[in-house]
């Protein structure tokens, strides 16, 4: 089988073809761990909150659009899809890791380097194996309309590493919408925190903190987990009810609009 990386456009099937797709985040992944690799380590949260925002959505649609077809079209599709889980399981809870160690630290630079190789194996996997062998069993037209599927899911997927969170429906249909909304508010925080001045930035920080327990409790959440391979389970904490994930999401948007209103003002 010829590996996606040496294929060009037309081969994948076009431009809108999901392998076209597939390429061109892996494509821009590359860059941005060169980039990571070249910073200094006050520079590296700016460029690994890019690579959160391309890495997890990413990972969220291929596993809710396009492994549930690898698992049915191909007959060790289980087999093969559950190795790629275990690498995006890992990816999650290295990055969860990764937020609580100090920037320069040598466990941090420990992990950040596993974090850099189990990506790159990833994009191995996929690219030699998992996506030329779906390429055999699927149309021109097929792979168009599994395109469109993918990057609709991506648009609206969860931007940070939810390593509790079900790799796999309808755990993870779950908890998209509410790990969503609060991934991308923490996001635009944690943007604004990099180029805040030093009167700001405890707040932001605050405030990003917040977000971060809100999607702890939404990860907690009855059903979250279910559809999911023992391969890829991880223990969680004390289960919430969905009243009291809501309550807390409530609260995380309700600081978020003072905020604003507070800089408005201002």
Do not use: C
């Not at 974090?115 to 168009?144: G, H, I």
């Not at 943007?191 to 327990?213: E, F, I, Q």
């Not at 959440?221 to 009243?243: F, M, N, Q, Y």
Request: charged content about 30%; glycine content about 4%; overall charge positive.
């Amino acid at each position: 089988m010829k590996s996606v990386a040496e294929q060009n456009v037309a081969e994948l099937g076009g431009v809108g073809s999901v392998l076209s797709r597939q390429k061109r985040d892996h494509v821009v992944l590359d860059e941005l761990l060169e980039r990571l690799a070249q910073a200094r380590p006050d520079e590296e949260d700016p460029v690994l909150l890019k690579v959160h925002r391309l890495v997890f959505p990413h990972a969220y649609a291929e596993e809710t659009v396009l492994w549930p077809v690898i698992r049915t079209v191909l007959p060790d599709g289980q087999a093969l899809t559950l190795q790629v889980e275990a690498e995006h399981q890992e990816i999650n809870e290295l990055v969860t890791r990764l937020e609580s160690l100090e920037p320069g630290s040598a466990e941090r630079r420990r992990v950040l380097d596993r974090m850099v190789d189990t990506l790159r194996k990833d994009v191995r996997d996929e690219e030699d194996e998992l996506l030329p062998r779906l390429q055999t069993k699927l149309t021109r037209a097929q792979l168009q309309r599994l395109g469109l599927a993918w990057e609709a899911v991506r648009r609206i997927a969860p931007t940070r590493a939810h390593p509790i969170v079900s790799r796999r429906p309808p755990g993870n249909v779950l908890s998209a919408l509410p790990l969503s909304l609060l991934d991308r508010w923490r996001d635009r925080v944690d943007a604004r925190l990099h180029r805040a001045d030093d009167d700001a930035a405890p707040g932001l920080r605050a405030l990003s903190s917040v977000l971060a327990r809100a999607s702890h409790a939404v990860e907690q959440l009855p059903g979250i987990r279910s559809g999911e391979d023992p391969a890829t389970r991880r223990k969680r904490g004390s289960v919430v009810g969905w009243g009291a994930a809501a309550l807390v999401t409530v609260a995380a948007a309700w600081t978020v609009m003072l905020l604003a209103r507070r800089r408005h003002r201002h």
